[in-house]
C-alpha cells in the first residue's frame, strides 16, 4: 500500500473537525446519512483542533460530553456514534459501551479518539 504523509491524514481530519456541526448517538452504527438510526445529539461537539500521533496513524479527540440532549421515542440502546454535517455524515463508530437512554433525559459520554490509521 502507498504512503500517505501525515499531512494529508492531518488535512482529512481537520475537515471533520472544521466541518462536524453535530454529534449523534445512534442504535446502530450508520454507513451513510440515510440509515442514521440517532436517538440523541450534541450541537456542538468539541474536537481538538490539531491532529497528533495516534495508536498508529493521525487522531484527534472528541471531547466528553456532560449534556447532550436523547431524542428518541421511549428508551432504547445506544451503541454508536456519528459526526455529521448537513446531511453529510462524516465519521461513525461503536461507543466504548451501549447506554439505555431514554426520551426527554441527558446523556454523557467519556472522550474518545477519531483515528486514520497509517497504510501497512
Known sequence: MPLISDVALDLALDYINDQATILHICTTEPTVYGTLNSCG??????????????????KVVVSAIEDGSVICTGTVTADSWALVSGTALLA?????????????????????????????
Request: cysteine-free; glycine content about 8%.
Open 92 to 120: 461513525a463508530g461503536q461507543l466504548s459501551a451501549s447506554q439505555s437512554v431514554t426520551n426527554g433525559n441527558t446523556f454523557t459520554l467519556a472522550s474518545f479518539d477519531i483515528q486514520i490509521s497509517d497504510a501497512t
Open 41 to 58: 445529539t450534541k450541537t456542538p461537539p468539541v474536537i481538538s483542533d490539531t491532529p497528533e500521533n495516534g495508536t498508529s496513524g493521525r
